[in-house]
């Protein structure tokens, strides 16, 4: 017969009741994991029988965790911890030349500069793989947590994030926000405040993007309307696309549109212009603190830092 400890970490146990902690959804976990919900929903009932208690009830259509589920959760999280803990120290008696490093990036960003690196990095090391996963928010914090990936590259601050006490950052550029708008009247201005680019629909990023958030709290701020959105894309060069050809507003990094042909879009009556006062943001390497004492991990950011110092990301970037 199996022991309460044995039943407790038998198979996903643990990834399940925390991902349902996190969602909240039976259906949204159960996607998540790649499971049915009915699947999900006997883990959990087992998972209770063996506590023998209750972790979740809902509230209408909300779930909530019972004052049982919130202690389980933070000793799961304690667990994971642990793990992480464990498997960083054995991962630092490494080489720093072979082994993987798994990259996840926010969806949204442009990869060309991570992608040259790795490229200069494997002709230098070709012991060490690098593997590029685009990913949205919510998956990067998911995967840092458990410890699939490494390193992520994303846009701070984000106030989505409650507890950053487990985390560590490095700093790669500042960046902000350009408007990209059709309208002649605002072409010479150097920049433009939010209270005059609600002239037409704009096309944006998916409401739960970073930017698309960012932008919307900006909005809020200066007390302007938000602006009829005529269609949502993850990627800036959809979003570009879509601008020009329909006429419509929108607003992407100027770190992206330093590959732009700024002039060929003059030409044809659109303009980009910088906001006031700026949407700023920083890119960022993101990771679990002593994440950077691996071997590899830690030599791959001074790498990149040499990569930089050769030419700068903007620089880089906009080749």
């Given at each position: 017969?199996?022991t ?36 999900l ?40 911890d ?24 926010l969806a ?33 914090w ?43 009247s ?37 007390m ?82 040499e990569?930089l ?11």
């Amino acid at each position: 017969m199996k022991t309460t400890q044995e039943n407790i970490f038998a198979s996903k146990t643990l990834s399940y009741f925390l991902q349902l902690s996190e969602t909240m959804n039976y259906t949204q976990a159960a996607q998540i994991l790649g499971i049915t919900q009915p699947a999900l929903t006997q883990q959990i009932k087992k998972l209770e029988k063996t506590m023998g208690t209750e972790l979740f009830y809902s509230v209408g259509k909300k779930l909530r965790l019972t004052d049982a589920g919130v202690i389980m959760l933070k000793t799961t999280r304690q667990i994971y911890d642990l793990l992480n803990d464990a498997n960083d120290q054995i991962q630092q008696a490494t080489s720093s030349t072979t082994g993987q490093i798994n990259l996840g990036i926010l969806a949204s960003i442009e990869t060309k500069v991570f992608e040259d690196f790795a490229l200069a990095l494997y002709q230098e090391n070709p012991d060490l793989e690098v593997n590029f996963h685009m990913l949205t928010r919510k998956e990067i914090w998911e995967s840092l947590e458990n410890n699939r990936i490494d390193l992520a590259i994303m846009y701070l601050p984000d106030e989505s994030i409650k507890n950053w006490k487990p985390y560590s950052s490095k700093k790669i550029i500042s960046d902000d926000l350009l408007f990209i708008h059709h309208n002649p009247s605002l072409a010479k201005r150097k920049r433009v405040r939010l209270k005059d680019v609600n002239d037409r629909p704009w096309v944006m990023y998916p409401q739960d993007y970073y930017l698309n958030q960012t932008l919307r709290e900006s909005f809020k701020n200066q007390m302007v309307d938000w602006p009829k959105v005529a269609a949502r894309y993850t990627m800036p060069e959809q979003i570009l696309k879509f601008a020009i050809n329909s006429h419509t507003n929108t607003a992407l990094p100027k770190s992206y549109m330093l590959n732009i042909d700024l002039k060929k879009l003059t030409d044809d009556d659109i303009w980009v212009t910088e906001l006031d006062p700026k949407v700023k943001f920083d890119l960022n390497f993101v990771y679990r603190k002593r994440k950077n004492e691996i071997p590899r991990i830690e030599r791959f950011l001074q790498k990149f830092d040499e990569f930089l110092a050769k030419e700068d990301y903007l620089a880089r970037l906009g080749k």
